[in-house]
C-alpha cells in the first residue's frame, strides 16, 4: 500500500531489485541493497522515505544522483557506492552522514582551473576502498575569474574539493581517476583540456593530475590535487594568450610550464615582475610586455619568439640569461644583466636598452632613436644589416662590433658614447658636426658623408676611410686616422680631409678624385710621408700652418698647392728632382735639409709666393 512504512532491522536486509525508486517511509539501521539490470538507469527516494533511516544504502549497477530528496532520506545512513553503481554529485553541494567507495563511481561536473567542482559533498565520514572518481566539464574553460589564474594553477599541488569530510579512512592507492574522459592510469598523468578567451581558444592546456585525501590547509576529504604542466600556444599579436600578475604577498610570479606552439604571449605584470623558467620552450609568436617587468629565469625562456616587444613603460629583464628573439620592438626599458646575451633580428629601439655586463647581437641592423636609447658598459655587436642610430648615447660604454656583412650609421645626434668601435664591416657617419671620440679598431670601412671630426686613438684601425661629397672629415692627430697602413679616400668632389692644429706625420696613403681637398689649417704643422700619387685633388693651407713633403708623390699626381697667406708654408724638406706641382697663393715656399729641387718651365708659381732656400739647399729653374 502507499502508506506502507518498512522498518529494516539490525543485521537484516531489503534488497529493491531493477526499481527505480522507493516512496516509503523508512526505519531502522540495516541494510537497503539497491540494483538495476541496467547501470545506467537511476534510483530516486520519494518524499515519503523521510530521514529516519540510519543504516546502510548500498548501490550496485545503479545510477544514483545527489538531489535534495534523495539526500534527504540519507540525512542519518550510510551511502556504499558498490560495484558498477555510479553517484552523480550534480552541480548543487550535498550532504551526507556517512559516504563508502567500494567497487563503485563518484562523479563530480567542473574541474581545473577551478577550486572546487560545481558541486560538492559534505559528508561526516568518508571511507575508500576501491573505485573511480570522475571529473568532467575540463575540455574548455576562460582565462578569467572564477578560474583560479594561469600563474597560480602553476604553483604546484592546487587542490580542487570534491568532497568535505570530517574523517577519512582509506587510501586512494585504489580509487581510479579520470578527468574529462580520459583515465589518469598514474600520479600526475596530463590531460589536456582548451583556453578561451574573449571568446576565442588561445591555448592548449595539459594539467597533471592525481588524488588526495588532505588539502594544502591540512582539512580531510577527497580532492583533485593538480598542476600545469604545459601550454600550446594558439593565437598572436593582440589576440595572444594573456599572463598576468596578481597582487598579494603570496602570489605566485613564476611560470614553470613548458610553453609550445605558434602563438604568443601577452605579459601585463603590473602587480609584480613575472619570471619565465622554462628553458625547454619552443614557442614561436610575439612576446608583448604591456606592462611591469618580464624576467627571464633561464636560458631560452621566451622559445623561439619570432619578436619581444616591450611597450612604453614596461620592462623586459634576461637577468644575465641567454635569448634569441626573431626581432626587438622595444619602446621601455630591455636589460641584458650580468652575462646576459639577446640575439635579435632586426632591433626597433625608441626606448632604452642597457647592455651593462651583456651582450646585445643584432643580425638585421634595426633601429634606435631614443636619446639615451642605448647605454651600459657591455657589448653591441651587429653582425648583418644596418643599425641606424639617430640619438646621443653618452651612456654607452664597453664594445660595438660591427661585422664584415653589416654597418652602423650614425644620423642627425647619433653617438655611440664611448664605447670602442670594432669596425669589420662598414661605419657610416652622417651626423653633421659630430665628433666622434671612440676608438675605432679592425680592417673595415668608415665612411663619412658629413662634416666629422674624429678624436679617438684609432692605431688599431688598419681599414678605410671613404668620404663622399658632403664628407668633411678633420683630425688633429695623426693617431685619429688610424694606423700607418689606413688609408684615406676622397671618392668624389668637394669632399675634404681637413688636418687642424696637427703636429706630426701622417703615414697614411691618401686617394682623392679631382674637385676633393686636403686641408692644412689651425697652426697644423703637418708632415706626409706616404706615396699619395693616387691623390688627384688640392692642397689648402692655412691659419699659419706649414706643410711638409720630401718628394712629389708625397702630394699627388698634379696635386695644386695653396698658400693661403704669408703665415702658411709649403716646406721642401730634403726634396730631391723635380718639383711639379702648381702652388699659389701669397705664402712662403720653403726648401730646407739640403733639398735639390729644379722647377721646369711648366711649373706655375704664384705672383705673390716667397720662395725661401735655407740649410745646404738649392734651386734650379729651367
Do not use: C
Not at 604546484?156 to 592510469?185: K, R, Y
Not at 625608441?350 to 634595426?366: K, P, R
Not at 655587436?381 to 641606424?388: K, Q, R
Request: aromatic share 2%.
Amino acid at each position: 500500500g502507499a502508506d506502507l512504512a518498512v522498518g529494516i532491522a539490525d543485521n537484516s536486509a531489503l534488497t529493491l531489485s531493477d526499481l527505480a525508486g522507493f516512496d516509503h517511509a523508512l526505519t531502522g539501521s540495516g541494510t537497503l541493497n539497491i540494483s538495476r539490470h541496467n547501470a545506467a538507469d537511476t534510483f530516486d527516494f520519494g518524499s515519503k522515505t523521510g530521514s529516519a533511516f540510519a543504516g546502510n544504502v548500498s548501490l550496485k549497477n545503479t545510477t544514483f544522483d545527489l538531489t535534495a530528496g534523495n539526500t534527504a532520506a540519507l540525512s542519518n545512513a550510510t551511502l556504499t557506492a558498490g560495484t558498477d553503481s555510479t553517484v552523480r554529485a550534480g552541480r548543487q553541494d550535498s550532504t551526507l552522514h556517512n559516504l563508502t567507495v567500494d567497487g563503485g563511481t563518484l562523479e563530480f561536473e567542473g574541474g581545473a582551473p577551478q577550486s572546487k567542482a560545481t558541486g560538492i559533498i559534505n559528508a561526516d565520514t568518508l571511507a575508500l576502498n576501491k573505485g573511480t572518481v570522475s571529473v568532467s566539464g575540463t575540455a574548455e574553460w576562460n582565462n578569467e575569474a572564477p578560474a583560479l589564474s594561469l600563474l597560480e594553477q602553476d604553483r604546484g599541488n592546487i587542490m580542487q574539493t570534491l568532497i568535505n569530510a570530517g574523517q577519512v579512512s582509506g587510501t586512494t592507492a585504489d580509487i581510479g581517476l579520470v578527468i574529462n574522459g580520459v583515465t589518469v592510469g598514474s600520479d600526475n598523468q596530463a590531460v589536456q583540456s582548451a583556453v578561451k578567451q574573449d571568446g576565442t581558444t588561445v591555448a592548449n592546456a595539459t594539467h597533471n593530475y592525481g588524488l588526495s585525501t588532505a588539502n594544502n590547509s591540512g582539512a580531510h576529504g577527497l580532492f583533485v590535487k593538480y598542476k600545469l604542466s604545459a601550454l600550446e600556444l594558439l593565437t598572436d599579436g593582440t589576440d595572444a594568450l594573456r599572463l598576468t600578475t596578481e597582487a598579494g604577498a603570496d602570489a605566485n610570479r613564476t611560470l614553470n610550464a613548458l610553453l609550445t606552439g605558434s602563438g604568443g604571449l601577452q605579459v601585463d605584470a603590473s602587480r609584480g615582475a613575472l619570471t619565465l623558467a622554462n628553458s625547454n620552450n619552443s614557442y614561436r609568436g610575439i612576446t608583448t610586455v604591456t606592462a611591469g617587468i618580464l624576467k627571464l629565469g633561464a636560458d631560452n625562456a621566451l622559445g623561439q619568439t619570432s619578436s619581444l616587444k616591450v611597450n612604453t613603460g614596461a620592462a623586459a629583464n634576461l637577468a644575465g640569461h641567454t635569448q634569441t628573439t626573431g626581432a626587438l620592438e622595444n619602446a621601455g626599458l630591455v636589460t641584458l644583466g650580468n652575462g646576459g646575451v639577446l640575439n635579435s633580428g632586426a632591433m626597433s629601439n625608441s626606448g632604452t636598452v642597457d647592455l651593462t655586463g651583456g651582450t646585445l647581437n643584432l643580425s638585421a641592423g634595426g633601429t634606435s632613436s631614443a636619446t639615451g636609447g642605448l647605454t651600459g658598459n657591455g657589448t653591441l655587436s651587429v653582425t648583418g644589416g644596418d643599425l641606424s642610430v639617430s640619438a646621443a648615447n653618452s651612456g654607452l660604454a664597453g664594445t660595438t662590433q660591427i661585422g664584415k656583412n653589416a654597418s652602423v650609421t650614425l644620423r642627425d645626434n647619433g653617438t655611440l658614447g664611448t664605447a670602442a668601435v670594432a669596425v669589420t664591416g662598414t661605419l657610416n657617419l652622417l651626423a653633421d658636426n659630430l665628433t666622434l671620440v671612440n676608438a675605432l679598431s679592425g680592417d673595415g670601412q668608415v665612411s663619412t658623408q658629413a662634416a666629422v671630426t674624429l678624436s679617438g686613438d684609432n692605431r688599431s684601425f688598419t681599414g678605410e676611410h671613404h668620404l663622399n661629397s658632403n664628407g668633411k672629415l678633420t683630425v688633429s692627430q695623426a693617431q685619429n686616422l688610424g694606423a700607418d697602413s689606413a688609408t684615406v679616400h676622397l671618392d668624389a668632389a668637394g669632399a675634404a680631409l681637413i688636418l687642424s692644429n696637427l703636429s706630426g706625420s701622417i703615414h697614411n696613403a691618401l686617394y682623392g678624385v679631382s674637385g676633393t681637398t686636403v686641408s692644412v689649417t689651425g697652426g697644423s704643422k703637418a708632415e706626409m710621408t706616404a706615396d699619395n700619387s693616387a691623390f688627384l685633388g688640392n692642397w689648402q693651407v692655412s691659419g699659419d700652418s706649414l706643410l711638409r713633403v720630401a718628394a712629389g708623390n708625397n702630394l699627388g699626381k698634379d696635386s695644386s698647392v695653396n698658400l693661403a697667406a704669408t703665415g702658411d708654408t709649403l716646406q721642401l724638406a730634403g726634396y730631391q728632382g723635380i718639383f711639379a706641382n702648381n702652388v699659389s697663393g701669397s705664402g712662403l715656399l720653403s726648401l730646407t735639409g739640403s733639398a735639390a729641387v729644379t722647377l721646369d718651365s711648366t711649373q706655375k708659381l704664384g705672383a705673390d709666393l716667397a720662395v725661401g732656400i735655407a740649410d745646404n739647399s738649392a734651386l734650379t729653374l729651367s
